[in-house]
């Protein structure tokens, strides 16, 4: 036995899955979130990093599965650069699924695939000054250019969900007038094309790799899509495991969890564990 003991999932899916995943570890995908997973939430999205251990826990565990992905919302050669997995022994088969899949890094390579942005991004960004000086929530937000989306954060405002929930309406007319939608999540409005979420980039990767079982990590409110893909993916018999990475902020995301630890530290834990088991 290692000594991180292996954390059991409250669910009976959860625990068929942790099983399938420990029986057939080759058959395996990994997905997780990066920021609030793998990376601590922090008020200045641009000083997010991974979790010292967390890198260190992936390349150990890695090798033992069929493939590792993670999936964010994030650029993927920024979430790549602010992880610090380009060049890791281990993590040779490491995808990076950016912008909510639209953009894919992969580690065997070094190569970055990203399409066009969608141009109702280049209209938002124009008429979003307007749009914040008119709400009144201007002091204190702060707006990230994802490039194939806009991200405004209102962690750092002197009322962070006071001035979220001033900005949600606003932001989702914004956002429509572009032919965009918007994703809530937490103290953080993003504003991006439709069609592409965790969910759909998540699915999409479990059929590519054929695999037969599926963990998926998240924190927030874009992570759902993600949790409904692996629901869904069960009725085709494909196991998962949901790990919620905990959070206050989510509740809704926890209720769901097969698997609830705490923040970034519970994961790196609960990759650890499974490294200890597999190896």
Do not use: N
């Not at 307007?130 to 405002?157: N, Y």
């Not at 998962?240 to 959070?247: E, I, P």
């Amino acid at each position: 036995m290692g000594s991180h003991p292996l954390p059991e999932p409250v669910t009976q899916a959860g625990r068929d899955g942790l099983a399938a995943l420990l029986k057939r570890p080759e058959r395996a995908v990994l997905a997780l979130d990066f920021d609030g997973t793998l990376a601590e939430i922090v008020p200045d999205p641009e000083q997010a990093r991974a979790h010292p251990a967390a890198v260190p826990a992936l390349a150990r565990l890695a090798p033992h599965l069929g493939s590792v992905a993670v999936i964010t919302g994030r650029a993927a050669g920024v979430a790549v650069r602010y992880g610090g997995f380009a060049s890791v022994p281990g993590l040779e088969r490491l995808v990076v699924l950016g912008q909510y899949g639209a953009e894919r890094w992969d580690a065997a390579t070094g190569t970055l695939r990203a399409p066009a942005p969608h141009p109702g991004v280049a209209g938002v960004q124009a008429e979003l000054p307007g749009v914040l000086d008119e709400s009144g929530a201007w002091q204190g937000t702060w707006v990230e250019d994802k490039s194939r989306a806009i991200a405004v954060h209102t962690r750092r405002a002197a009322d962070p969900q006071g001035a979220f929930q001033a900005l949600l309406g606003p932001l989702t007319e914004l956002a429509h007038r572009h032919g965009l939608i918007t994703e809530p999540g937490r103290l953080v409005v993003e504003l991006r094309p439709p069609g592409v979420d965790k969910g759909v980039a998540l699915a999409e990767y479990v059929r590519e790799t054929g695999a037969g079982c599926v963990l998926y990590a998240g924190d927030d409110l874009g992570d759902l899509a993600a949790f409904a893909a692996v629901e869904r993916l069960r009725t085709e018999g494909v196991a998962g495991v949901l790990v919620c990475s905990g959070s206050a902020e989510v509740a809704e995301l926890a209720a769901r969890a097969d698997l609830v630890v705490d923040g970034p530290s519970g994961v790196v834990g609960l990759l650890t564990a499974l490294a200890e088991r597999l190896g």
